[in-house]
């Protein structure tokens, strides 16, 4: 009988948690669109965006990214809510009566804070990107300023042996100022080109430059020619210079990792920040786990404040560990802590919290 008890116990839990979980996302979401369209209405109504466009391909793609990105909130406030609700009808204390341990208790919320952390895992690899493409792409349509490369001083590795260095790169007129390229064998620098600018010419390929010198080195030797305006066939397009404007978010987890490996090869600034893009879509989907451990501990007491206590200082806690993720995220760009460790800090920080309120949660 126990067990048969158990298992209705495990599904009405479930249930109620998806349910939950479902209508407090879908009751901010609403809030949020409208927040959203009527800052944006007057860009709308200047580009004549037509409405179905503006529900298919913005709004339809903008609630997967929004369910991202607060995703743990709400399912935080979900389990504390239910479990809340569950100790104020004093139903907790009747399921420890029955024989049922704490740890047990927490399987049905534990199952499903798995089943949200995979769906989150896949979501964030594989889906994601490609709504966030279309987002994107309409956003800087209808809605953006067109990009504009701020970048300075830009270092690109094309392969082994081959460094070309642009002190700026403008991308609304493909010119690159101070520009140089050096080719190097057996550590040993070969040949170095420098021009005040360079210019790409979109029907040849190639980048005119301007104000050129080309030094050849042979061991004690050194040849120079020098001219004010040659082609260069270079062997890079204009968007190769644009890396700013990679975006980690528009990246499946293949093409993540491709284009970690190809930013390292070229030496670029950007590798440490998709490297933490990459950590953190594999680590942050345990916070579901650990959250919601902390809510079912915080919870599952009988409170004069009720469910309105456990809300308000479940929610201060969730903050916590999201601002928290936030500053080590950024930090962990500037840091020289391998990616993985910093992204986890807050993560092993909420966990061992987790275990706190568990031993201190009466039995």
């Not at 309409?138 to 070309?164: A, S």
Request: charged letters at 20%; hydrophobic letters at 50%; one cysteine or more.
């Amino acid at each position: 009988m126990t067990i048969k008890f158990v298992k209705i116990i495990d599904v009405y839990i479930i249930k109620k948690l998806f349910a939950t979980f479902i209508l407090a996302i879908a009751m901010i979401i609403l809030v949020v669109i409208m927040f959203d369209l009527t800052a944006k209405l007057d860009d709308f109504i200047n580009h004549k965006v037509p409405l179905y466009k503006i529900i298919f391909n913005y709004y339809l793609n903008y609630i997967p990214y929004f369910v991202n990105l607060f995703g743990y909130l709400f399912f935080f406030i979900a389990v504390v809510f239910v479990t809340s609700k569950l100790a104020s009808r004093t139903e907790i204390i009747a399921i420890l009566n029955g024989g049922v341990s704490f740890w047990r208790l927490l399987q049905p919320f534990l199952l499903t804070a798995l089943a949200v952390a995979l769906f989150n895992l896949w979501l964030t690899n594989f889906a994601l990107p490609n709504v966030n493409k279309a987002r994107l792409e309409f956003e800087k349509v209808y809605y953006r300023n067109p990009y504009r490369n701020t970048l300075q001083n830009i270092h690109i590795q094309k392969q082994k042996g081959d460094c070309v260095y642009v002190q700026r790169f403008d991308n609304t007129r493909n010119t690159g100022y101070k520009f140089t390229e050096e080719f190097f064998e057996n550590n040993t620098i070969v040949r170095k080109v420098y021009a005040d600018i360079i210019v790409y010419d979109s029907l040849t390929g190639k980048w005119k430059m301007q104000n050129w010198i080309d030094r050849t080195f042979n061991g004690k030797y050194e040849t120079m020619e020098r001219g004010m305006e040659k082609d260069w066939n270079l062997g890079m397009t204009p968007k190769e210079f644009n890396i700013q404007k990679i975006m980690p978010e528009e990246l499946n987890y293949r093409t993540l990792r491709q284009r970690i490996t190809i930013e390292k090869e070229r030496g670029s600034t950007l590798v440490r920040t998709l490297e933490v893009e990459k950590w953190q879509r594999m680590i942050n989907p345990l916070a579901y786990i650990v959250l919601t451990v902390i809510g079912v501990a915080i919870s599952c007491r009988k409170t004069r404040g009720g469910t309105g206590l456990h809300l308000a200082f479940g929610i201060a806690l969730a903050f916590a560990f999201i601002m928290i993720m936030k500053i080590t995220t950024a930090m962990a760009i500037q840091s020289t802590l391998h990616p993985a460790l910093s992204v986890g800090i807050p993560v092993v920080i909420f966990a061992v919290l987790s275990l706190f309120l568990v031993k201190k949660t009466p039995k």
